[in-house]
T-cell receptor, first 114, second 117 residues
Framework: KNQVEQSPQSLIILEGKNCTLQ??????????LRWYKQDTGRGPVSLTI?????NTKSNGRYTATLDADTKQSSLHITASQLSDSASYIC?????????????FGRGTQLTVWP | EADIYQTPRYLVIGTGKKITLECSQT?????MYWYQQDPGMELHLIHY???????EKGDLSSESTVSRIRTEHFPLTLESARPSHTSQYLC????????????????FGPGTRLTVL
């Protein structure tokens, strides 16, 4: 069964600190993995997207890593800001269908305190 | 910011009412999707469309229906709303794989928060 598991479920950190969010998946055949940021009451917005051959990708203070062998990914946030408070969703796409089906994790709810 | 719009953003209605959630995109994307999301839970695909006059049911069974008469428009209708339909509904769109889109990246609208009393 294709699944995406994220940890931790929620996380509270102080402004300026770093944090790392984890994602494990069992989706096969693998196409790509994305990290989305979803603010409360809004739709998800893409942060990074990585294919099988990519190990790391950065977008400003966000750095995603991918280990396709162990089927794990992480999202590292550097020097957190209050605006980073949101749900971070790991999404994996398979390449077995023309739809490019997406499998969503439940997200990690990050709260940044001043 | 993606050019995909949803209206209304919030809707509170009584049981038995018919409602239509609107979704429009100006990116010319062929594929469009409707997802349902409950608090703290993952997004579930309820409908999708490959293009005009194409609609398919997603993974999660839903009593809603959709139509795709125009490329840019993908409305979702509930004929008779019930409290169990209370949820957030997210619309998304993506380019066709054959057109070489960016890994079929889906762009999401802001969502409609539906509450049925």
């Amino acid at each position: 069964k294709n699944q995406v598991e994220q940890s931790p479920q929620s996380l509270i950190i102080l402004e300026g600190k770093n944090c790392t969010l984890q994602c494990n998946y069992t989706v096969s055949p693998f196409s790509n993995l994305r990290w989305y940021k979803q603010d409360t009451g809004r739709g998800p917005v893409s942060l990074t997207i990585m294919t099988f051959s990519e190990n790391t990708k950065s977008n400003g203070r966000y750095t995603a890593t991918l280990d396709a062998d162990t089927k794990q990914s992480s999202l590292h946030i550097t020097a957190s800001q209050l605006s980073d408070s949101a749900s971070y969703i790991c999404v994996v796409s398979d390449r077995g269908s023309t739809l490019g089906r997406l499998y969503f994790g439940r997200g990690t709810q990050l709260t940044v305190w001043p | 910011e993606a050019d995909i719009y949803q209206t209304p953003r919030y809707l509170v209605i009584g049981t038995g009412k018919k409602i239509t959630l609107e979704c429009s995109q100006t990116m010319g994307h062929d594929k469009m999707y409707w997802y349902q999301q409950d608090p703290g839970m993952e997004l579930h695909l309820i409908h999708y469309s490959y293009g005009v006059n194409s609609t398919e049911k997603g993974d999660l069974s839903s009593e809603s229906t959709v139509s795709r008469i125009r490329t840019e428009h993908f409305p979702l209708t509930l004929e008779s709303a019930r409290p169990s339909h209370t949820s957030q509904y997210l619309c998304a769109s993506s380019e066709s794989r054959l057109a070489g889109g960016s890994y079929n990246e889906q762009f999401f609208g802001p969502g409609t928060r539906l509450t049925v009393l």
